[in-house]
């Protein structure tokens, strides 16, 4: 894997530090007790979580100015082609 930071991101944020997770998985048969816990884990977040909280979270805050100092919206969806 390759990780390329534009000269862009350098220029507005010289202090970035990444990491990146790659994994190659293996879908499992249908687990109706992994969907209990997963579904029970999204109805807590919908209850405790709204956008706007996330959106004033430390690491996202300042990822979404950077977008910004980039000139680039933050709350655009870009889709990547598949490579």
């Known amino acids: 894997m390759k990780i390329i930071v534009s000269n862009e ?5 010289p202090q970035f530090v990444g990491a990146a997770v790659e994994a ?3 879908n499992s048969a249908y687990s109706e ?4 816990e997963i ?8 209850k405790t979580l ?3 909280m996330i959106k004033e979270w430390d690491p996202i805050r300042e990822t979404r100015a950077v977008y910004r100092r980039c ?9 990547l082609p598949r490579p």
């Open 24 to 26: 190659w998985v293996k």
């Open 39 to 46: 579904d029970a884990l999204c109805e807590e977040y919908r």
């Open 50 to 52: 709204s956008v706007d």
């Open 9 to 13: 991101i350098e220029q507005v944020c």
């Open 33 to 36: 007790a992994l969907w209990q």
């Open 71 to 79: 000139g680039k919206d933050p709350s655009r969806i870009v889709r």
